[in-house]
């Protein structure tokens, strides 16, 4: 069974950084692509960003330009550096991975609070 677990949530100001990270319990280099998602309170989960195996990474509109996602195969974590952070960034951030043998799986997620 895979595990993820997510770290680096926190309450920051608006316009401060954190870093957020997904650890595996698995090799990631089996997964053929890995994710960050998010869900505010009162609000369906939402796509942040994924990076394929291949190095293609994809952001939704909301952060481009702020967020940085990366994995690291050797030390089998995947990373999101949020910049400038809003408000409404607020909302349990989670990890995905999916493998090409129908795996699909989710951390437990990691609060991120945007306020002053």
């Known amino acids: 069974q895979v595990q993820l677990v997510e770290s680096g949530g926190s309450l920051v100001q608006p316009g401060g950084s954190l870093r957020l990270y997904c650890a595996s319990s698995?090799?990631?280099?089996?997964?053929?692509?890995m994710g960050w998602y998010r869900q505010a309170p009162g609000k369906q989960r939402e796509f942040v960003s994924d990076v394929t195996s291949s190095s293609t990474i994809t952001y939704a509109d909301a952060v481009k330009g702020r967020f940085t996602i990366s994995r690291d195969n050797a030390k089998n974590t995947m990373y999101l550096q949020m910049n400038s952070l809003k408000p409404e960034d607020t909302a349990v951030y989670y990890c995905n991975a999916q493998d090409n043998k129908g795996g699909n799986y989710w951390g437990q997620g990691t609060q991120v609070t945007v306020s002053s």
């Open positions: 698995r090799n990631i280099f089996s997964f053929y692509v």
